[in-house]
């Protein structure tokens, strides 16, 4: 049966074929993720039908419309107490085709926007590699908007989905891979949300129990593993080995002072380039190469500190989709818990089944915040 109007069809992908299959008619629930950095995982379950049995199979992808496309990889065929045999369908949304691929030798960039990086490292790995079996087919690089400080950046080995991941997160840009049928092509793009936190702009958003948008909240704070000064140290041995100290300020002391230790003997000032030349860096260049590997590292230990919101998505006096989007910095206000945090929307979920639901998270999944939803209900 179709739910409350979605439509999922199923494509055929291959090295040599892109093609719609047909339309999953019959189906009881669709949990379908749409992030703002890296991949969501999808939630399928139908009626073993012969049509189905066709159409959902490992490898298949999954479209429900929009950008956002998923891999079939996980299914499991149930009884329930009724004896209808019944699916459920799982897997993840197309950034996890980055996870194929590693870094093949060494990367190194100097002093440029982050998202120029990550174009760098798909566009090496994955879409014009100088192996052509490396290549992922249909993938593209989209515009390169020069977002993101300008940092240094130097990796040996490794997925590029990780390296992205760290990129992202201490940037706070976004990384999509959209789904583009008409074109047959799967672009990859790096984003940044809109930042509507100033109240008194034009396009500013502030939801608050004040106003009845916010119908339920918790908040959270955990500040055990924050690290806040990283010494960094790269090559060369005893005295003599290079070394930097990176934190948003380094003269941090006392109890506020937590440190890390970054081992990136990786990191050297001879590359070696794929076409068999070598690079050297300076030694401002080498020790800002340091710097960013140390900032990237201080990204996985942050302050946790999670507010947790049911949302009103309907009748509220803003729309999710029309006044802000995935990816945009809103303000959060509970008044009744002194409250009043930014928060980022980091990831949609739509939920079919008797009913449609919409949960927004606010923050990051991975690896900064703690993941929590924030719900509204349309019958």
Known sequence: MLLNGVTITVFEITENKFSALGEINKFTHLLWPDNYAGYGTFELQAPVTEENQTLLREGNYLWTGGTTAAAIEIINSETDTKGQKNYVIKGRT????????????????????TSTIMYDLVN?????????????????????LKIGSKISHQKTGGYIYDDLLDLSSESELGF??????LEQELRFVV???TDRTNLQALGSILLSTNLE?????????????????AWVQGEGEGSSRKEVVAGENIQVKGFNRRELYVDARD??????????????????????TLKSRGLVKLADYPRTETFEATIRTTGGQYTYGKDYFKGDKIVIQDLDLGLQVIGRITEVTNSWGESHEMDLTFGYSYPTLLKKISRGRSN
């Open 124 to 144: 090496q790995n994955c879409v014009n590699p100088s192996d052509p079996n490396r290549k992922i087919p249909y993938l593209t690089c989209g515009t390169d």
């Open 176 to 181: 999509n891979v959209l789904f583009l049928p």
């Open 267 to 288: 990191i050297q000032s001879s590359v070696y380039n794929s076409d068999g030349t070598t690079t050297e860096l300076t030694e401002e260049e080498y020790l800002a």
């Open 213 to 229: 948008d916010i119908l339920a909240s918790e908040y959270y704070l955990n500040t055990q593993d924050v690290r806040n000064l």
């Open 94 to 113: 197309l950034e996890f085709l980055l996870s194929t691929r590693i870094i093949w030798g060494t990367y190194s960039a100097n002093n440029k926007p």
């Open 191 to 193: 984003t940044q949300g």
